[in-house]
């Protein structure tokens, strides 16, 4: 090992313990004493450590000149950072933004450096970006898989042999419990499509649609959340499933998605369905814009309900949204991944998987006369 690679590390277990002990450091890393006994009495030359009888402790504010330590890339030291931590998202815009901004933050907070790779929702991507994250050495993995279920995938392996904390983000861990120490953080979907169902209850409406993107992760979720909520309404009469529309993503043609969009609303017409609550943003303004078409009054004539909230109130009509908690999700996976890398309890410790609820934001699409815009259900985070 090359001598300015040992005293990166002499550094980086100072700043997580705050003590070191020569003899076992040595040990631990595969060199002598007498070696690590050097590189501290050049690191506190530098003013960098103070050496005590046997090692050295921490030095908080060190004054003096300092010289930068040389590493390989992707492995250069921050002052004050004690840790990397990588994060890999399926895609740094719309959801995932408000997700990456929470991260930044705490990772700021915590005084970690914060690595991000986009899989693009590729698998094979997202177990390249994380063949990187191990190869440059990061001390813990915030990971979004591209699929909703990690169950029987190479992702799954790779998580399952890594040597740093896993938290997994966004994402149910439940069918991979047993094979890895895996932690998560996610929304809570279901009860953002209880929250959503019941609102539109209490303002009359019992014939009530989902509408979702195929193959979408968060549609599990909401279809369980909203079966949960319509049955708990009392409406058995109008059975969940078969109030559930899914919608092809036809990103590359505008009149393809214009079209099945125009044919799920004329199908809401046909059943009597008098309210929706539609998976994204995107589609949401979609469904607001062939109402306004066809001069169906939103929402006195029917009533939309936007999931996500990133765009929902820049429509014609604003539309009510359920808001994730993007933000508190990215905050508290870094933070939940910098407390696991940094204490470094010795023996097991209880793992986490916390849910996040999101909260329902009400504007004009929802709105009854007379009413104010603006009504927030305060979100509660719960854990499993």
Known sequence: MLSENRKHLILRELALKGSLNASEFAAQIGTSGMTVRRDLAILEKRGLVERVHGGAIAVSDASGPQQPLQVPAGRVPQRGVVATIGMIVPSASYYFSGVIRGAETAAREAGVRLILGVSNYSSTEEQRQLQRMYDLGVDGILVTPSEASLSDTETL????????????????????????????????????????????????????????????????????????????????????????????????????????????????????????????????????????????????????????????????????????????????????????????????????????????????????????????????????
């Open 157 to 384: 392996d790779l998580l399952a042999a890594a040597a740093v904390p896993i938290v997994v983000v966004e994402r149910s861990i439940e069918d991979a419990l047993d094979r890895g120490d895996f932690e998560c953080v996610r929304s809570d979907h279901a009860q953002g499509a209880r929250i959503a169902v019941a609102h539109l209850q209490e303002l009359g409406h019992q014939r009530i649609a989902l509408c979702l993107r195929e193959n979408s992760p968060t549609a599990p979720p909401l279809i369980e959340g909203f079966a949960q909520a319509m049955e708990k309404a009392g409406l058995r009469a109008n059975p969940a499933n078969t109030m559930v529309r899914t919608m092809s993503r036809a990103r590359n043609d505008p009149q393809a998605h214009h079209e099945l969009v125009a044919d799920i609303l004329d199908w809401c017409i046909r059943e009597k369905v008098t309210a929706a609550i539609v998976h994204t943003d995107e589609d949401a303004l979609q469904f607001a814009s062939v109402c306004q078409e066809r001069a169906i009054r939103v929402p006195e004539d029917f009533a939309i309900i936007a999931y996500d909230d990133e765009i929902a109130a820049l429509g014609t009509t604003p539309l009510t949204a359920v808001a994730p908690p993007k933000f508190d999700v990215g905050h508290q996976a870094l933070m939940m991944c910098a407390n696991r890398v940094i204490s470094r309890r010795p023996g097991p410790t209880a793992r986490q998987r916390v849910n996040l609820s999101p909260t329902l934001v009400v504007r004009n699409s929802t709105l009854p006369e007379g009413a104010a815009p603006g009504l927030t259900v305060l979100s509660q985070g719960s854990l499993a």
